[in-house]
């Protein structure tokens, strides 16, 4: 439906907010700025299927768009990320302490359980991702297609990892008009599509409940290694700068830093020192609460309705 | 099992060790793109090869031309004072059409891994029967030109179809470049014979670089870090670092010295392998295909927990 001109947002699944009135929010040992990595580990579905609809910008491959099938340089490339990015990522996480939030479709999900195996012994937590990079939720889909989707791609998650997923995020950030009212009938609490925030905050669901969690779209590196191709000293600075307004913030009230990694894309060798020297940064200062997306979801609940 | 199976699960932290000879920790090859991007190309189904204006584009055909005519022999003098025994991405024409070329890398010893015939002749609508006699004129076109049998492709544009593996294993190449996946050369399942994977550069391709307005000297930074991450991983288990280069950019004269300055930065280390990718590609075949393939089927491999 086009926008009625009142008050508020034409969508129907949260307030409008400004983040300058809203009541103090506190996160755990009074940290300052609770630091939430996702690692996205996508596949890359190598026949789609016909009624699949992938993104015209999907990163990977060369020259964009529009190779013959078959791709094998986007997929091999997003396998890359299976066999040898993500360890270089969790070795990274490892020395610093921190934990991630592994958002992970169906396809890996359901054939990778080295992988799953890996991410348990680090206590990192499973969100369902889909069904495969390349195939993205839409307002293409009909219900019952976009209803098999979510389902296939929980119901993996869970099986595999032996827990149901609590988060949601979707390939390429896709959803239609539907979706988040369908995520939270299907048990799904928090969802990671909506990057409009700093903190989390409710989202409204006619069954079930739903909390959006704030995950940068300025620094998924997806955006900065792939479309706009920063350079990653740049990169690097960003991350750096971003914590410092975060954290300044973040003395008057509890800040996310949500960043988006791709392991085929940070774990190359040449972009991992970079992205060593941007997490030692972080890692280098007090008050920050590095959690998985269920406990900022957990403590901003607390937190709200107190 | 997810398609299209051409290669099993394997982290590379959790594999069989490679040793590289002399204990080395990387194994360098260094990759130019000798091609040959033809004036008027027949018509493709999904790639306009000149894409600025309707054909001839002279500006891109000269720019390509330039490597050829030009850049490749400042390259030759960077690549004779650091001891590096090519390994030619060779659009195979150009060994018809421009015979000084020849000459010099046949003189240098080069290797050579097929990339095709012209730029601008792609596989992905070839039959099989088309497909076989494309792999015998690479394979006849190399030896007659230069005495070399064909050990690896990189397929034209990187356009290869599903049954490019398989083929390239029955005309008796051993490895293949279009997979991007690793680290290290893999095993590749096959009808027949045997073919790895080969690790070639696509996210530190030149031809990336200079596509996406990084500054030369940001080329140089990139392959250096990409070099000291695997050369302390190669401690534990040898990794492979391509460059893999066009003339026309990386001997322009405003690149040129970044590629001295890498391979100056990666030889100034010991446990470095100087070597071709036929040499690396033939040294896993007789020492780690077999044994990574009994790993794979074993039950301390990651494809065997899948099974269970």
């Not at chain 1, 299976?82 to 396809?107: C, E, N, P, Q």
């Not at chain 1, 971003?242 to 913030?249: A, G, I, Q, T």
């Not at chain 2, 609508?125 to 497909?131: G, R």
């Amino acid at each position: 439906m086009p926008a009625e001109r009142k008050p508020g947002l034409d969508n129907p699944y949260f307030d409008w907010s400004p983040i300058a009135t809203r009541p103090k929010l506190t996160w755990p040992g009074n940290a300052r700025v609770a630091l939430f990595l996702v690692l996205s580990v996508e596949h890359w579905q190598w026949k789609l299927p016909p009624e699949g609809y992938k993104s015209p910008e999907l990163p990977g491959g060369v020259s964009g768009a529009g190779r013959p099938f078959p791709d094998v340089i986007t997929y091999s490339m997003r396998e890359y990320g299976h066999r040898v990015g993500i360890f270089r990522l969790m070795k990274l996480l490892d020395k610093y302490g921190f934990k991630a939030t592994v958002a992970i479709d169906s396809s890996i999900a359901g054939n990778y359980p080295y992988l799953i195996n890996e991410c348990k012994k680090r206590g990192y937590e499973f969100i369902a991702h889909g069904v495969a990079v390349n195939q993205m939720v839409s307002a293409k889909m009909s219900e019952s297609e976009e209803r098999e989707h979510l389902k296939t791609s929980i119901d993996t998650v869970a099986k595999a990892t032996g827990s149901k997923p609590l988060g949601w995020l979707g390939a390429e950030y896709g959803e239609s008009e539907r979706t988040n009212a369908i995520l939270a009938e299907m048990g799904i609490k928090y969802n990671l599509d909506w990057p409009n925030d700093d903190q989390p905050y409710a989202m409204k669901a006619p069954k079930g409940e739903m909390y959006s969690l704030p995950l940068s779209m300025d620094l998924d590196d997806t955006f900065n290694h792939w479309y706009k191709r920063v350079h990653y000293d740049i990169y690097t600075q960003m991350i750096k700068d971003s914590f410092d307004v975060l954290y300044r913030e973040g003395e008057k009230s509890g800040r996310v830093l949500g960043i988006n990694l791709h392991p085929w894309l940070s774990g190359q060798p040449f972009r991992y020192k970079l992205l060593d020297e941007a997490l030692g940064y972080i890692a280098g200062r007090e008050g920050v609460w590095s959690a998985t997306g269920s406990e900022i979801m957990e403590w901003h609940k607390k937190q709200t309705k107190r | 099992m997810l398609e299209p199976d051409r290669f099993d699960y394997s982290p590379i932290f959790d594999r069989p060790a490679i040793k590289w000879p002399n204990n080395a920790r990387v194994a360098l090859w260094v990759s130019p793109n000798m091609e040959h991007y033809e004036y008027l190309p027949p018509k493709a189904d999904w790639r306009n090869q000149w894409p600025r204006t309707p054909h001839p584009d002279v500006s891109g055909y000269a720019h390509k031309d330039y490597g050829n005519r030009v850049a490749f022999w400042r390259m030759l003098e960077v690549m004779d004072a650091h001891k590096i025994r090519c390994t030619v991405s060779l659009n195979e024409a150009v060994l018809e059409h421009f015979p000084d070329i020849t000459k010099a890398m046949v003189k240098r010893d080069y290797d050579y891994m097929s990339h095709g015939i012209y730029n601008t002749r792609f596989l992905n609508k070839l039959t099989l029967d088309e497909e076989r006699a494309f792999y015998k004129d690479c394979i006849d076109t190399l030896k007659k030109h230069t005495g070399k049998q064909l050990k690896g492709m990189l397929t034209p544009a990187i356009s290869p179809t599903e049954a490019t593996p398989d083929l390239m294993a029955e005309a008796g190449l051993i490895y293949h470049a279009d997979w991007f996946h690793d680290d290290q050369p893999f095993p590749l399942k096959v009808k027949s014979g045997r073919l790895i994977s080969m690790p070639y550069a696509i996210d530190i391709n030149d031809g990336t670089y200079n596509r996406f307005g990084c500054t030369p000297e940001y080329w140089y930074q990139s392959l250096k870090n990409q070099f000291d991450i695997v050369y302390e991983e190669g401690a534990e288990s040898g990794r492979t670092i391509c460059l893999s280069l066009h003339p026309y950019i990386i001997a322009a004269p405003s690149r040129i010295k970044y590629l001295d300055a890498i391979l100056d930065y990666i030889l100034s280390h010991a446990g470095v392998w100087n070597t071709t990718g036929d040499e690396i590609a033939q040294y896993y075949m007789d020492n780690y295909h077999d044994m990574m393939v009994k790993h794979l089927k074993s039950k301390k491999s990651p494809v065997a927990e899948r099974a269970a």
